[in-house]
């Protein structure tokens, strides 16, 4: 009922905006396409960038397709001891996805004298898959007493059970500047950006990584139209 409601809905929003595509003259033809950037700081890592390539068959309504990734400024490495042994892992803190979205804009809120600076809304919204599904986790076991040992070869566990899709929405503000559009806006998801490794059994013991309900943060970014 949920997802019939979304679609009648997202589909009533596609046909309002179609018409005030066709209602609105422009003395410029439509540039379909827009490759765009943006960086984000997020709750749950520190960093994002995300590349995009934006068809817009339409003037409001259109649809992407990103490659995004995200980490920390520095590696926060989680030993644990298992007995009298310590256990180091690899930096789990990065992630990986591909999205697809339906963007839409509204039509101009504010325009200059020459049309060539225009101030809408607009917003993205789809679906985030993580890359991979399930990733493998690096570890070296040392003992953890003072000594000189043989260092042991690094081995791996393969996670097990992670989620392969999660939804996003990222409504902003947005600046046409002739060819150019920048923007700064706000990005929800409830993807667990550590939802790749989060099963991942060393020893028998499960990594500690934060959890976090949601992930969301602020976000800019920069377009060329062509």
């Avoid at 590696?75 to 892992?89: A, I, Q, Y």
């Avoid at 993807?191 to 976090?212: A, E």
């Amino acid at each position: 009922m949920k997802l019939h409601f979304i679609i009648r809905l997202t589909a009533l929003a596609i046909g309002i905006l179609s018409l005030a595509a066709n209602a609105q003259t422009s003395k410029e033809s439509l540039r379909h396409w827009q490759a765009c950037i943006e960086a984000s700081t997020y709750n749950t890592l520190d960093w994002g960038l995300e590349l995009g390539i934006n068809y817009r068959p339409i003037k409001y309504v259109g649809v992407k397709a990103s490659l995004g990734i995200a980490s920390n400024f520095t590696s926060r490495e989680r030993p644990f001891n298992v007995g009298n042994m310590l256990v180091k892992t690899d930096n789990v803190d990065n992630a990986l996805w591909l999205s697809a979205d339906i963007r839409m804009q509204s039509p101009a809120l504010w325009r200059n004298h020459d049309g060539n600076l225009q101030l809408s809304l607009k917003a993205d919204a789809g679906i985030s898959l993580p890359f991979p599904t399930n990733g493998k986790v690096g570890y070296i076991v040392i003992p953890n007493q003072p000594g000189t040992y043989v260092e042991l070869p690094k081995e791996y566990e393969k996670n097990h059970g992670g989620i392969g899709c999660f939804f996003h929405v990222k409504p902003a503000v947005a600046l046409d500047i002739d060819r150019c559009q920048v923007w700064t806006g706000y990005t929800w998801s409830n993807m667990d950006v550590y939802s790749n490794v989060r099963n991942v059994t060393i020893m028998g013991h499960l990594l500690n990584l934060p959890r976090k309900r949601t992930m969301h943060g602020l976000t800019v970014g920069i377009g060329y139209n062509f």
